[in-house]
């Protein structure tokens, strides 16, 4: 074992060892060989080299160093395409603090019965109001940031459960198809995060009607790992066990307080007052939207030519125009 692996329980060695085929003994030059693609990518400004940092790519795609690097390049490129978005990227950031005290995204402390952590969203406490969509994608990115430091997280992954009680005919309109592929942009095309599963539970028509739109933007890989449960909390227990879910869930667990993520990143500043209008950040969004056309690429207890080339973030073929993207996906005419 390298000092690379010492945050690793003898289980997680080993899982890593089966699973992801990592070898301690050629771990430095898997490092390497990775690295050593970086200058096949001059258009691309990689801040950050490090092994530690290398290794969570690797990880991420299986010690398969062509992979790696094509994720380790788009990471670095999505950031580069929507610099508006990556600016002020800290939990203090008034639109992320708002989304984060809303519990975008929770945490549970509880761990699956695979060392997987799980992210839970409750889609209806979305204030459209006080912060805007990329507030809770930016505030879900940032989470992930602090957490895949934990090396566990990185060989053992996440699950992710979107429980959309309550989410509002109004509220999914407000969605466009530009929002929605940045976020699979930068969660399933640009981080090195292993997500073991995806749950939808309560979902309405109309939420299927938006998965329908973003079905072809989602890897095959991505869609099996995608469950629909609807009201059926019976089908999430036997994946996720009941005794380390909230109630909102249909869980053991006490309601899950909202603020618990929130108060681990923030710190003294959780109940500090901050002035923020998402009206201010419109500009911001409507620019993010433009770039990705153009580059084809309740407070504390509210319930719940080279190796890899240049433009690897695309869109299919069949591509909308930028006045179709910015339009809603369902329509209150």
């Given at each position: 074992?390298?000092?690379?692996?010492?945050?690793?329980?003898?289980?997680?060695?080993?899982?890593?060892?089966?699973?992801?085929?990592?070898?301690?003994?050629?771990?430095?030059?898997?490092?390497?060989?990775?690295?050593?693609?970086?200058?096949?990518?001059?258009?691309?400004?990689?801040?950050?080299?490090?092994?530690?940092?290398?290794?969570?790519?690797?990880?991420?795609?299986?010690?398969?160093?062509?992979?790696?690097?094509?994720?380790?390049?788009?990471?670095?490129?999505?950031?580069?395409?929507?610099?508006d978005m990556f600016k002020n990227l800290k939990a203090t950031d008034p639109g992320i603090k708002q989304a984060l005290k809303d519990g975008f995204p929770g945490v549970l402390s509880n761990l699956d019965r695979y060392g997987r952590k799980i992210l839970v969203l409750f889609a209806a406490n979305w204030d459209q109001s006080r912060y805007t969509f990329v507030d809770i994608l930016r505030a879900i990115l940032l989470s992930l940031e602090s957490m895949i430091e934990d090396p566990e997280l990185q060989v053992n992954g996440f699950i992710l459960i979107i429980d959309w009680s309550n989410f509002t005919f109004k509220q999914a309109s407000k969605l466009t198809p530009s929002m929605?592929?940045?976020?699979?942009?930068?969660?399933?095309?640009?981080?090195?995060?292993?997500?073991?599963?995806?749950?939808?539970?309560?979902?309405?028509?109309?939420i299927h009607a938006l998965y329908t739109v973003i079905r072809p933007f989602l890897k095959d890989k991505t869609r099996k790992r995608i469950f629909m449960h609807g009201n059926n909390l019976n089908s999430l227990h036997l994946l996720i066990h009941p005794e380390i879910l909230p109630s909102e869930l249909g869980g053991m667990m006490p309601p899950y307080d909202m603020g618990?993520?929130?108060?681990?990143?923030?710190?003294?500043?959780?109940?500090?007052?901050?002035?923020?209008?998402?009206?201010?950040?419109?500009?911001?969004?409507?620019?993010?939207?433009?770039?990705?056309?153009?580059?084809l690429s309740p407070k504390t207890m509210k319930r719940s030519q080279s190796v890899v080339e240049p433009g690897v973030l695309k869109r299919p073929d069949k591509v909308k125009s930028e006045e179709d993207n910015m339009q809603p996906l369902l329509s209150l005419d």
């Open positions: 074992m390298t000092h690379l692996q010492a945050g690793l329980s003898p289980e997680t060695l080993e899982k890593a060892k089966v699973e992801l085929k990592e070898n301690p003994e050629t771990l430095h030059q898997d490092i390497q060989e990775v690295r050593d693609m970086i200058i096949t990518r001059p258009d691309i400004g990689f801040l950050r080299t490090d092994d530690a940092f290398i290794l969570r790519f690797l990880r991420a795609r299986k010690f398969n160093h062509f992979e790696a690097f094509r994720l380790l390049a788009q990471y670095f490129e999505y950031r580069q395409q929507n610099l929605l592929r940045l976020a699979i942009e930068g969660l399933q095309d640009s981080y090195p995060a292993r997500f073991g599963g995806i749950h939808f539970v309560n979902q309405p028509w109309y618990t993520w929130a108060r681990a990143l923030l710190d003294h500043a959780y109940d500090e007052e901050t002035d923020y209008c998402p009206e201010s950040y419109t500009l911001s969004v409507q620019d993010l939207e433009r770039d990705l056309d153009k580059n």
